[in-house]
């Protein structure tokens, strides 16, 4: 098996080798000078010439595309900052950007990854531990000249109050840490990506974006790379994370950089009772008294890493191991199924995750799984018994007490399919009795394996096996995993050995060159197998009959460079369909999906395609340029889709199409592909289903570039500013509150309300840096009078859901927060109700925010679909009511429902706020009905801080 799903992964990269296009741009060669600073894993220099590292393999996959030649330039970090300054070298990268490095460098759009800086000492120096501030006074340190950490370092001892003995520069980081090696000072401040072997962090600090800089003497070269950053982020979103794995997941020779406190901890509690359900062969069983398989191999490697033993446990079942730790019999569980709810009621603490199981089916050779097949499984798995309930019923559902029982039942026909964990199948498959079942590989069914421990060892337990993990790595994992499958060794019978394996027991007879030749023809069959297998894999769509979006833009790409015809895109999605999938299942989603593509297929035509991109967006590729008929063909489609009927489900569907005719000069089908697009959302915007891209839209496409073009240098000049709508409470008239907002006056568009570039900000990404700019400036405004004692309020900030996706956003608020010394009473995190809506998993991320002090707002509340449900879900703080509401207010049903509301919000603690208050009669209902506080034109419309700060200087 584990044979299999290297053969797979081996031929997908060789399929994806050969289909991508291979360069962006087709002019001619550009050289290019590169500043190449050599440091461990980073940047390296072999002695025989050859470079290798993250720094390098990102560079050389940009040329890939751009066909860009390098000419690297081997030189000291100052050195290098200087000739990129000076044009002597065009490319620099792992360059953090501040304010004056953007005066002298251009950075693209996108970094090229996240680092953070270190303090870092010996590995074998004991006498300080991380985040031990009080002992870092008096230390020698070593810095590396034109390193930015420096700057934050200095900030850092500025905030603890450590004051340092001596600071010694030197021009590159390999002196520096040869330097911290040889005694001559005690520490040195690096980052994240540059720590080398030997080393150990007792300071972090500074979490900040890295960038590949160009010299400002070339204009050309940033757009080409930022279109090539953006073409790498869109086509390989993972690119960045398989270097960061190859290069720095695993730093086996870097010493874990623990607290005092984890360490004391270490010292007193040297055995710990594991709990482990055993007889999973080769992950998890116990033979002659010893606990063995990889999950012993790995626990076995982190007891030696953090010098401590485990008192191993068999426990006949998962759930007898699950209710040893419940019941304090044992501290952890070495195989926990990663899963909050279950730890929350084992009362678990869980470790990351490091592994993923997959599951199999089994079913006997040659044999495809029936309509309604009858299922076994062995019983005390939890997860499996779960996951298949999504897709079996109960009573096709049979649990057996053994793996050989649940074998034996496929076997003999008694049930149809097995599942089971691919590692335990894959070895019991090869026993003879086995012989005539065949393994089936599945993505469906897998999940996560982590550490589970008792709630009585947190944090501390928790921390360090996390570190742990992540100190081992997933290579580490990986190679541990092959020893005990891929390349163990199994005992076998002569007679299995010649059942399995009949062509070469017939060719062992005969003569050498016929063997050879027989071979030989087997291989190749072999291959153009693999190669068919592998191709539909490769362009097929998992879901429904139609190919995927790699498919059209390859097929697509030939036909239009052929120019075979007239060819027209047309981008389509289904209105409101994740509101569809979360009302009536995700089978019935997958059963619209399955009858869209059938009504698309009859309409391609002979030269068309279509492709299902994701979820259920669909793109068409038709070989007409006609409007008039493509309109009808449009109105064909969704006249026949409108109804979707399923036994006694009936769901109208609504399609929305965007359409853009390929012009010839167009020699990407990319471009018509984003056009098609823009198309469609806009269409959607102003509630219209087929809309034709035209130079309208393509003047929108221009402002927005514009305004790209423009955003970030207008957020470092500062034409962002922020506006405050002052809260009242109406009883007093007197302000309780504020709402931050942006605008902006651009020194060409002029003064720009939110509506005109934040809808713009949250597609590119850039809404985080203008969510985090006005949160930023808000604390410097609260610090400011607070320090003069002067009146203030809370202030509430827009916190878009991107922020919530990314795992470095509690950190960087929390920085924020601390830099200014903003008590967290005084900020409302304010999060729309749709935005939750979207993102289910993002309800985790508040109620985490809430546990470390933040007050959570929803904003306009009302607005969507799911309200009360969200306010079951989280304790908000906050809601605001949606304008919409109080336009309605006519309506007695109306009226009804929000005093209602406010009847709930008091029964929930909860502070409600009326926002677009803008009448006397809006004001005296939403009063009446028990609401205290509003927001909107009738008391102040949003003003700056200088118009804000009167009216708070006059409440006093």
């Known amino acids: 098996m584990q044979k299999t799903i290297f053969m797979f992964q081996y031929w997908t990269l060789f399929l994806i080798a050969c289909f991508i296009p291979f360069q962006i741009h087709a002019s001619e060669v550009r050289h290019i000078r590169v500043g190449y600073v050599v440091f461990e894993s980073y940047q390296e220099l072999a002695p025989d010439g050859s470079r290798s590292g993250y720094g390098y393999e990102y560079l050389e996959h940009i040329a890939d595309y751009t066909g860009w030649q390098y000419e690297y330039i081997t030189c000291t970090w100052n050195q290098c900052l200087q000739m990129l300054e000076e044009g002597d070298i065009e490319l620099l990268t792992y360059v953090n950007k501040n304010e004056n490095r953007s005066h002298l460098f251009n950075f ?87 720590g080398a072997s030997g080393e150990k962090a007792i300071a972090q600090f500074a979490l900040n974006p890295y960038y590949i800089a160009v010299t400002k003497k070339d204009t050309t070269l940033l757009e080409e790379l930022n279109q090539t950053l953006e073409f790498i982020f869109i086509n390989d979103p993972q690119f960045e994370a398989r270097l960061y794995e190859t290069y720095f997941n695993s730093r086996e020779n870097n010493a874990l950089s623990l607290t005092l406190e984890e360490v004391n901890f270490l010292k007193n509690k040297k055995i710990l009772r594991a709990a482990v359900p055993h007889n999973f062969i080769p992950i998890s069983y116990f033979e002659n ?30 759930q007898e191991a699950l209710r040893r730790v419940r019941e304090n019999k044992a501290d952890i569980i070495c195989n926990f199924y990663y899963n909050y709810q279950e730890a929350e009621k084992n009362n678990i603490k869980m470790s990351i995750p490091y592994m993923n199981l997959m599951y199999i089916a089994v079913t006997q050779k040659n044999q495809a799984e029936p309509k309604n097949a009858s299922v076994a499984i062995i019983e005390g798995d939890p997860y499996i018994e779960k996951a298949l309930a999504r897709r079996y019923s109960k009573n096709q559902i049979v649990t057996y007490k053994s793996l050989d029982d649940c074998l034996m039942a496929i076997k003999s026909g008694t049930q149809d399919v097995a599942y089971i964990k691919s590692f335990i199948a894959e070895m019991k498959l090869r026993e003879i009795d086995y012989r005539n079942l065949q393994a089936h590989l599945t993505s469906e069914f897998s999940y996560k394996i982590a550490i589970g421990v008792n709630k009585a060892y947190a944090p501390l ?48 007879v005969m003569v050498f060159l016929g063997a050879v030749i027989l071979i030989l023809i ?122 979707f009927v399923n036994e006694d489900i009936s769901i109208h569907v609504k399609l929305n199409f965007g359409i ?40 929108i496409l221009l402002q927005e570039r514009a305004i790209e073009d423009s955003m970030e240098q207008s957020l470092a000049n500062r034409e962002f500013v922020v506006y405050y709508q002052p809260q009242y409470n109406m009883a007093t008239e007197q302000v309780m509150g504020a709402e931050g907002l942006i605008r902006w006056v651009h020194p060409k568009l002029g003064f720009m309300n939110p509506g005109e570039f934040i809808p713009l900000f949250e597609r590119n990404g850039f809404v985080t840096e203008i969510d985090f700019f006005v949160l930023e400036e808000t604390c410097k405004m609260l610090q400011r009078r607070l320090n003069t004692k002067e009146f203030v309020v809370p202030i509430s900030v827009n916190q878009s859901r991107i922020h919530l996706n990314d795992i470095h956003y509690q950190d960087r608020l929390e920085s924020i927060i601390s830099k200014y010394d903003i008590p967290k009473n005084l900020l409302k995190l304010e999060i729309t109700e749709t935005s939750l809506i979207l993102d289910s998993n993002l309800i985790d991320v508040i ?110």
């Not at 929930?908 to 939403?926: N, P, Y």
């Not at 009905?929 to 006093?956: H, R, T, W």
């Open 660 to 699: 853009c005719s390929i012009q010839e000069d167009d020699l990407f089908i990319t471009k018509s592909i984003d056009y098609a697009e823009m198309a469609r959302r806009m269409g959607k915007n102003e509630s219209r289903s087929i809309t034709f891209f035209d130079t309208n839209i393509k003047d």
């Open 461 to 508: 337990l928790p921390s360090l096996l996390n570190k742990e993990i992540q100190h081992l790595g997933n290579q580490y994992i990986t190679q541990v995993i092959t020893e005990k499958t891929l390349f163990q060794k199994h005992k076998q019978s002569f007679f299995f050995w010649i059942y399995g394996n009949p062509l070469q027991a017939l060719l062992i």
């Open 289 to 318: 008294g010893k606990y063995k398989g990889f999950i012993a191999d790995i626990m076995d490697k982190i007891s030696k890493d953090l010098d401590i033993k485990f008192e191993y446990i068999p426990t006949s079942s998962y």
């Open 522 to 643: 087997r291989l190749n069959s072999q291959r153009k197998g693999y190669s068919a297998h592998f191709y539909k894999l490769a362009y097929s769509d998992a879901i429904t009959p139609v190919h995927n979006g790699n498919w059209l833009q390859e097929e697509g790409q030939r036909r239009i460079l052929k120019k075979q015809s007239q060819y027209s895109i047309i981008s389509i999605d289904i209105s409101k369909f994740n509101i569809l999938n979360d009302y009536y299942s995700r089978e019935i989603g997958d059963k619209v999906l399955l009858f869209i593509a059938n009504i698309l297929l009859r309409h391609e035509g002979e030269k068309g395609i279509v492709a299902r991109i994701e979820a259920d967006h669909f793109l068409m590729l038709l070989a007409t340029q006609n409007q008039e008929f493509i309109s009808k063909e449009l109105n064909l489609i969704s006249m026949e889709s409108s109804n």
């Open 108 to 194: 693209p759009k996108r970094p090229m990854g996240e680092c953070y800086g270190t303090l870092s000492i010996k590995k074998n120096n004991n006498d300080y531990h991380l985040n031990e501030i009080e002992k870092f006074h008096n230390l020698r340190v070593g810095m590396n000249e034109g390193n930015i950490f420096n700057e934050y370092f200095a900030e850092y001892c500025k905030k603890h109050h450590i004051v340092i003995a001596s600071t010694t520069m030197y021009p590159d980081k390999m002196i520096a840490k040869k330097a911290l090696q040889n005694g001559d000072v005690d520490a040195i401040v690096t980052s994240s990506m540059t």
């Open 847 to 956: 109620r985490q925010l809430k546990t470390h002090g933040f007050i959570i707002s929803m904003d306009d509340f009302g607005s969507g679909y799911s309200s009360l449900t969200l306010l079951n879900s989280v304790q908000f703080d906050v809601v605001k009511i949606d304008k919409g509401l109080l336009d309605g207010m006519a309506s007695e049903r109306t009226r009804n429902m929000l005093k209602h509301l406010m009847g709930m919000a008091k029964d929930l603690s909860t502070q409600v706020i009326c926002e677009g208050v803008e009448t006397k009669a809006e004001a005296d209902f939403i009063q009446s009905i028990g609401c205290q506080y509003a927001q909107g034109f009738l008391y102040a419309k949003p003003m700056p801080l200088k118009d804000f700060e009167a009216i708070l200087n006059s409440q006093v």
